[in-house]
């Protein structure tokens, strides 16, 4: 309720200046050192008409594309793996987003494997957020389930192709313009074959856009 009073008055503000600043070229204004200062007209009048733009909402609702990166770490294998996602989904309030994602991950096996190879998830990628609009940063839990592809050096063991599945806890930090900054900690485990994996640890850190 207070971040739409705080529209509404931009919005009236804005309204009541692009009147009376119609009728003049200039407009002097006063800092806060007690000097005054003068401005364009027309300069001032579409900052304060972006204010009032950048206060409706700080999420972008409907469509939302994600850029993420995620590196991995598994204790016990001395597994370490890197990732880059991209998603692209749908958010139908500040609580809610769907998404499919696509990525790369480049894996290095510890001693007892000695290999290395890339894996290609594709997934669904679910987000609750437990915050409103008027929240900078807002708590969320995600969930992921999908399929992997595996690279060559693990044909021979486990098959081409895995399922995927990766719950997560986070912040969602609201920016400015609608955009916002996702930090999570996930734990992410694939099968192949009817057999678990290891358990990977996971950082996670996306920019939506």
Known sequence: MKRLFIVFLLSALSLVCRDAFAQQDTVTLTDIDGVERVFDAGTVMDAGIRLANDFQGSVRNGYVGIAEISPSYVYGACTFSVGVDIINGYRPSPYFFIGLGVGARYVCKGPAYDSEEFQFP???????????????VSPFIGFKAGAIIFGNSFDYMYGPAGVLIEPAVGLEIRLPR??????????MSYWSDGYPEELEMSLRVGFSF
């Not at 609608?178 to 734990?187: M, Q």
């Open 122 to 136: 594709v997934y669904c990628d679910v987000r609750v957020s437990l915050m409103d609009y008027s929240d900078k």
């Open 178 to 187: 609608k955009h916002a900054l996702w930090v999570a900690l996930g734990t």
